[in-house]
């Protein structure tokens, strides 16, 4: 469990000083994928740098499974960062070092024998598919290749915590899928705690369990993913939700139009012929204005807005068959989404 | 004004012989002398300098291992101090330690003392100006594994700056084998003592022309057997 109490980091620069972080609050439990989004500058990176110490919290505290970071000494720091490692958008490999010394890294840091740091390094690397790349140099290996070498390096010393700073953001979006999948596996069968920054949703749906969403340096909205990407309630938060609906301003509610916003949260209704089924039942016509659906643990999520031309009852109408239907949360959009 | 040609071929004829008679017989030692003055003094300049660069990059106020501020002072200070006095007149300024230590001010192996002296500065900064091109990244990353600043400096830094490491070890041998050429005026072997007995003291110029020559190629060898090892020593390149 990393607890997060109060926490704030304030960067002293020429001009002025910066509160990355004011006052966090967050507590990661143990085994679960938990994801950190938000704008660029929202003090993501700071957020997790903060998590192994690499950078040190202005005030509040970090608690890793109940200890203070920032109290331990720095023999005591750095073992406990042997249990907290880290992956990082440049990989930061060992450019002069082959793929298996790399590998061996963290192994030497803690003065295990050489033969035994190479057997074991092999697993790692044969865990993230690049046994053959062993005597290879970083320099001939692809982005994606020296991703699963940085992640087979951060695993090498048994760490229950995984931190990934963007450990995606350099790749194209198939090598991204696999190195999400490759964690997601890594995690599930070495019972690792994963914090995964990102600014793409599409991160979050894929692999996390828990998502806080970071704006200015403050949660705006955090709790499992189905919950918060199901209804957003911050404004930080439906702009990720629903980027296309805000982006052009919102929808302008023009006069005998009426606008509902229909979520479906992660169940089988979105395969039903909904439109239909509405029409059949009230006789009410509703027309698609917008619709975007994606699924998350491989469940169905989306948001569509249905436009209803007629009179106010007949929108209450429509809302109150839709009330009806399972797996979906439905409301009147009035002027603006945002 | 009248010159006898033949007179003029005929002292040519003699500086000849006399320099080819110099070249076989003062020559080789001369050479030997020269390589072995300047990789010694290049070594020991490297034994002491690779450490003062190390600190000088890891003792700053944000490095790995922050040192107090009046040693770091101490330490730019006492380096910028060396490396402004001229080699000859540092040369002339170290007589009493290079006694102290060889027991003679002259000879080859008495030059070693002043152009240690002279280098170790010099060697300082290059090897601070290739550990400052590591990636700080690299150094984060190690620290977000628990390495200790030594461990840091050994497994990270000098291994990640070798190639640059070599190239400026480079440059140091190819200028600490023009001190060791200069060292001739007083008192050094090698090269430079043939260039300045012959050439300067007693107008040899073919004598002086060879030795220079032989200097050149000295300084072409090493820069292209060190240009050689930085390359092959980079593993960054794809090869
Ligand atoms: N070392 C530093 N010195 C000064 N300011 C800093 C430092 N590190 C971060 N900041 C500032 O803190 C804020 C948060 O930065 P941070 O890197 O945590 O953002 P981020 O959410 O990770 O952004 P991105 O998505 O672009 O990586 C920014 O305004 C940044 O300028
Ligand atoms: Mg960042």
Redesign the pocket.
Known sequence: MIEIRNLTKT?A?NDGS?E?LKGINLSIPDGVVYGVI?M????????VRCMNLLEVPTEGQVLYQGTDLAQLSAKELREKRREISMIFQGFHLLMQRTVLSNVCFPLELIGTKKDEAEKRAMELLKMVGLEDKANVYPAQLSGGQQQRVAIARALATEPKVLLCD?ATSALDPATTNSILELIRSLQQQLNLTVVV?T?QMSVIEKICQYVVI?EN?AVAEEGPVEEVFSRPKSRAAKKLVYPDESADGGIIVGPGEHFLRVIYNGSESARKPLIAQLARDTGILANIAYASTKSVNERAFGTMILSIKGSQEDADKAMEWMKTVEGIIVEEVNEDVN | MLINPGFAANIRFEEWSEAMKVFRTEFPTAIGQTIYVTVLATVLAFAIGLPLGILLVIGEEDGIRPLPKWFMHLLNIVINLLRSLPFLILMILVFPITRAIVGTIVGTTASIVPLVIAAFPFVARLAESSLREINPNLIEMAQSMGASPWQIVTKVMIPESIPSLISNATIAITTILGYQAMSGILGGGGLGKIAINYGYYRYRTIVMILAVILLIILVQIFQTIGTKLAVKSDKRLRK
């Open positions: 960067f620069t910066v990355a938000g660029s500058g929202a003090g993501k990176s700071t957020l963007e920054i600014h970071l340096g």
